[in-house]
């Protein structure tokens, strides 16, 4: 039994991935606003409680509250009076790191999941940082849980957790930056906001699809497959280059890890 606190938009997400996957798997759910408890247990067959204290048959509980609002939580949880010592803790907050949870909850079995957006559509990455209190069999389930509704890779230090989020867990941001810089030039070519919208969707979809399906070849070469000596693309590429797409994107990431540095050490 899992038991979900906070069921907000990206709890909701993994709980209706897994129970996808997984329908065997049985859900209590909590949280303060008792509709989102309601609805989502309606969709998963599960049961929404009214307290944290009905928790308590729950083995694993899924912590999907704001990194803000987890010492409000682990003073709840205490005064629930509920044995956190070996139930097993799943966060998904950001820059919340194991040690912190262990010490604020007195458990020692803990799993950081960091998963994004497209998690809505089962098409998520999700990072997984284990404590190394779990057992194998018990990772390698949890693993197979988040592989039902995301791409997932297990990072073995926090440092790199944190470092990688500013990349797979932010990344949407970015990518629709990029997009929207897209949308803004097809408008200055006269196209409607909402057709060049759906131009530069498609022109995502598809690249996405050219890059997964030729996974072996390095990008550049995916690049020459698209650019020719004197011709018109290779012109924007030269551009890019020389306006350093590259150095940009390693100075705004070199931000948002210290960012994550910041809010980490304000939480823990
Ligand atoms: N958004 C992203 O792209 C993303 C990506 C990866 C990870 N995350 C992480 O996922 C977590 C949730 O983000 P979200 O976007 O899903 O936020 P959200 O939709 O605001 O969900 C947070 C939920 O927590 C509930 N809550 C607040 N205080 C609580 C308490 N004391 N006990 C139990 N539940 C409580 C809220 O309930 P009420 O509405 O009733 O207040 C709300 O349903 C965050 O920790 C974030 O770092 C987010």
Do not use: W
């Not at 440092?159 to 941001?173: I, L, M, N, R, Y």
């Amino acid at each position: 039994m899992i038991g979900v606190i906070g069921c907000g938009n990206m709890a909701s997400a993994i709980v209706f991935g897994i129970h996808g996957g997984y329908s065997d798997v049985k859900f209590q759910t909590y949280n303060p606003t008792k509709s989102k408890a309601k609805d989502l247990a309606a969709k998963v067959k599960g049961e929404a409680v009214d307290s944290l204290d009905e928790l308590k048959s729950a083995q694993t509980l899924l912590i999907g509250v704001k990194p803000q609002k987890f010492d409000e939580l682990a003073a709840q949880l205490l005064e629930a009076g509920i044995d956190l010592k070996d139930k097993h803790i799943i966060s998904m907050m950001a820059s919340i790191s194991i040690d912190a949870i262990k010490r604020k909850l007195g458990v020692s079995k803990v799993t950081r999941v960091m998963p994004n957006t497209p998690i809505f559509y089962g098409k998520g990455v999700s990072l997984i940082l284990h404590s190394d209190e779990l057992s194998d069999e018990t990772k390698e389930t949890i693993n197979n849980y988040f592989k039902a509704c995301s791409e997932v890779f297990e990072i073995d230090s926090e440092k790199t957790f944190d470092e990688v989020t500013t990349v797979t867990g932010s990344g949407p941001a970015y990518v629709y930056l990029f997009a929207e810089s897209f949308v803004n030039k097809l408008k200055s070519f006269g196209i409607e906001e909402k057709v060049a919208q759906k131009m530069v969707t498609g022109l995502f979809e598809g690249s996405s699809l050219l890059m997964r399906e030729n996974a072996e070849d390095s990008l550049q070469s995916m690049i020459d497959k698209v650019t020719s000596k004197g011709g018109v693309t290779i012109e924007a590429v030269k551009k890019y280059r020389e306006h350093e797409l590259e150095k940009i994107t390693s100075i705004a990431l070199d931000s948002a890890v210290n960012r994550s540095g910041e809010l980490s050490n304000e939480f823990n």
